[in-house]
């Protein structure tokens, strides 16, 4: 179907709006991509998202109690469990969105067949399914330690931020590089 210009009155061309339908395909396909992913990804397996939450407690407390043990003070701040967990966190939020898009691909293959979903949706759904996992899971241990922890230690909002964000837009670049490599190069995934 085509779209037919008005005559310009007054030196203007006037289109007709675009079908409302046709507007959110994207954002449908994505939610779509979305909500696949949470159930094959969290909903098969016993305990599913608590599994996200305690591994990196159980990484960090590891780290903070061995660590602990052969150090008087952490290198930075008052608290080793508060040290550990900010620099695991941002690099476990790098790793997983990393490997979750650059497997993008390959786990929607037999989605790209519908002509409403793209390879940028699959992209993005995974994209931002990980980014709101990884967050909620550094919010709940962050707020856990300040909790149960006690730490005089005062957070830098606006690092914070930037180092996520920035963790972000890198986990994103990697992850799209690598599964356009990932399909065109098969070792690529090998060496990776």
Not at 151 to 178: C, H, Q
Not at 182 to 187: E, I, N, R, S, W
């Amino acid at each position: 179907m085509t779209h037919q210009t008005i005559p310009p009155q007054d030196g203007l061309t006037i289109r007709p709006a675009a079908k409302p339908q046709l507007r959110y395909k994207a954002l449908r396909s994505i939610i779509a991509l979305i909500l696949r992913e949470m159930t094959t990804t969290y909903g098969r397996s016993p305990g599913g998202y608590f599994w996200a939450v305690a591994q990196p407690v159980a990484l960090i407390v590891v780290l903070a109690v061995a660590f602990s043990l052969l150090l008087r003070s952490p290198p930075l701040g008052s608290n080793f469990i508060l040290f550990y967990a900010t620099g695991i966190l941002p690099l476990r939020l790098f790793q997983m969105l990393s490997n979750n898009v650059g497997g993008a691909v390959g786990f929607s293959k037999p989605l790209l067949a519908y002509p409403r979903v793209t390879l940028v949706d699959a992209l993005i759904a995974r994209a931002i399914l990980t980014v709101l996992t990884q967050l909620v899971v550094a919010i709940v241990i962050l707020v856990g330690i300040y909790v149960f922890v006690d730490s005089t230690d005062r957070l830098n909002f606006n690092a914070i931020f930037l180092a996520y964000g920035l963790t972000i837009l890198l986990g994103v670049g990697i992850g799209a590089l690598n599964s356009f490599l990932f399909t065109l190069l098969p070792v690529w995934k090998i060496i990776w």
